[in-house]
Structure formats: structure tokens, C-alpha cells
């Protein structure tokens, strides 16, 4: 009876081992089972947002070709599709004003479209706010010019200097050393009052006796005008801000001007400014006929 009973214990231990061994087995295959279920779903729910990001990326791409190019590439091709742009317009001013008519102005984006005028191919560019903002402040106009000339278009801008012409003599400033093109700030200044101060000059010339009354013409005053400027008149004028008016902008020098407006200068693009070249280059001035 005693050997029975002990033939029974062992065999109860044997049964306690497997069942042991069993729920060891079951444990580890149902966590690993839950591991890749939880995989699975975290894969699922994660997939679309990869894919998002992948069409987003995609698309950036396919706007920007050069977005993965290193930085020497992509200033290249940037100027090389802003010289192609200003080449393919049906016509580009050789002369274009930026009326800022607003009360805040950026000097950076002001920069960049100098910046841009400069690449297209345009040889004159003149700046103009109606409280003379940035003629008081011209030489931070011209750091910033300078800095973004180095981010826009690298190694090259040192190619495409801008002349600073200084206001009244008209001289060159010795700190830039180009020819072409041509910065001018200008002020309200130089509008009316440059005017008052030819009629002046011609009034005093005629009390010292040094021409006669019958010599003054309306052809005399451009010319003095003219000369005191230095510069083509402007064949375009972008005006940024809401006020619908010239604001002083150059009266004597605007008779054959075209004057496109866009809202704001403030985060203004490279695309907004060629549109308003494109608006220009088709447009037909008939020249009072």
C-alpha cells in the first residue's frame, strides 16, 4: 500500500512539472503574440502619418528642385532662373521705383527686392517712403542690402555690387565700388521741393542777370531737373501699402509711368515681384495717342 501511495505522489509532482512547464510555454508565446499585434497596430495607426510626410516632402520637391542641393548649387540656380526670368519678359524696366506706403517698413524685404530687382537685370532702382524713413536711415538699408545680396545669391552677389548714389550731388558713396545697378533712397524731398528749389535757382539767375526772363522755359526746368538727378525715369513704380497715391513719389519724372500696387511689402516674395514685371511687360502705354 505504502509503494502505491508513493508511485501516486511521484506522479502528481510529474503532473505538477508539466502543468508548470505548460503555463511557462503559454505565458511567453502570448506575450510575444501581444508584442507583435501591438506592433502591428502602432505600424498601422503610425503608416498614414509616413505617408504624409513623404507626399509632403515629395511635393516640396517638385516645387523646389534644389531643395536638397547644397547651398553653392542652390544660389546658383537661383540666379540662374532669375537672369532667365528677366530674360524671358516681353520687356523689363530699365528704371522701377519701390513706394513703400506703409507706416512700418522692412528693411530685409525691401533688401530682397532690391536684391531681386538687381538679379533680373535691372539697372535702377529707386526706394522711397513719404516720411524719409529710409533716407535717414540709408546705411542700414545698405547692410541689410548687403547681407542678403551674400544669402541670395552667394559667391555671385560680389559680381552685382550696388552703386549707392547718394542724394543732392548724386556721387557715389566710396563704400560701394559698381557701376551697375544703381541704388536711390529718396524722400519727399526730392519730389516738390527739388522742384521749388530749380524754380528758385532760375528766379536768382534772372536777378543777377545772369540770363533773361524770356530764356525760362518748361524745357529748361526738366533739364535742371533732370541733371540734379542723374538717373532714367522710372518706367514702373511698385506701390505697397492701401493708399491710392503717389504720395510725392518723383512728380516731375512720373509723366510716362506705370504704377502697379500690391497690398504690402512685408513678406513679399520673389514670385510677387516678377507677376508685377509680367504686369508690366504686356502692358501698352499709348503715349497720349
Known amino acids: 500500500m505504502a509503494l502505491l501511495y508513493s508511485l501516486l505522489w511521484r ?34 495607426l503610425l503608416l498614414p502619418v509616413a505617408l504624409a510626410g513623404f507626399l509632403d516632402h515629395q511635393k516640396k520637391l517638385i ?30 524696366p530699365v528704371h522701377i521705383g519701390l513706394l513703400v506706403a506703409e507706416e512700418e517698413p522692412s528693411y530685409t524685404d525691401i533688401a530682397n527686392l532690391v536684391v531681386w530687382c538687381m538679379a533680373v ?30 544669402d541670395l545669391l552667394g559667391a555671385d552677389g560680389s ?5 549707392f548714389l547718394s542724394n543732392g550731388s548724386d556721387k557715389h558713396q566710396h563704400h560701394v565700388v559698381s557701376c551697375r545697378p544703381t541704388l536711390k533712397v529718396l524722400s519727399p524731398e526730392d519730389g516738390k ?40 525715369d522710372p518706367e514702373l513704380v511698385v506701390k505697397f501699402g492701401p493708399v491710392n497715391s503717389t504720395l510725392g513719389f518723383l512728380p516731375w519724372h512720373i509723366r510716362l509711368t506705370e504704377f502697379i500696387s500690391l497690398p504690402t511689402h512685408r513678406n513679399i516674395s520673389y514670385e510677387d ?14 503715349l497720349g495717342q
Open 11 to 44: 506522479l502528481l509532482l510529474v503532473l505538477v512539472h508539466i502543468n508548470r512547464a505548460l503555463v511557462s510555454w503559454f505565458r511567453v508565446r502570448l506575450r510575444s503574440w501581444k508584442g507583435r499585434l501591438w506592433e502591428r497596430v502602432v505600424a498601422t
Open 63 to 92: 516645387q523646389n528642385p534644389n531643395a536638397n542641393a547644397n547651398p553653392g548649387n542652390r544660389t546658383a540656380g537661383r540666379r540662374s532662373r532669375w537672369l532667365s526670368d528677366g530674360r524671358s519678359l516681353e520687356k523689363l
Open 121 to 150: 537685370g535691372i539697372s535702377y532702382v529707386s526706394v522711397y517712403d513719404h516720411h524719409g524713413i529710409f533716407r535717414k536711415n540709408n546705411s542700414r538699408l545698405m547692410e541689410e542690402i548687403v547681407r542678403q545680396q551674400q
Open 159 to 163: 559680381k552685382y555690387n550696388v552703386d
Open 193 to 232: 521741393q527739388s522742384i521749388v528749389q530749380a524754380a528758385q535757382q532760375l528766379c536768382r539767375s534772372v536777378e543777377n542777370k545772369e540770363r533773361s526772363s524770356k530764356d525760362i522755359s518748361v524745357s529748361m526746368l526738366d533739364t535742371m531737373l533732370r541733371e540734379s538727378k542723374n538717373t532714367p
Open 273 to 286: 515681384l516678377l507677376g508685377a514685371l509680367q504686369r508690366f511687360g504686356v502692358c501698352q502705354q499709348r
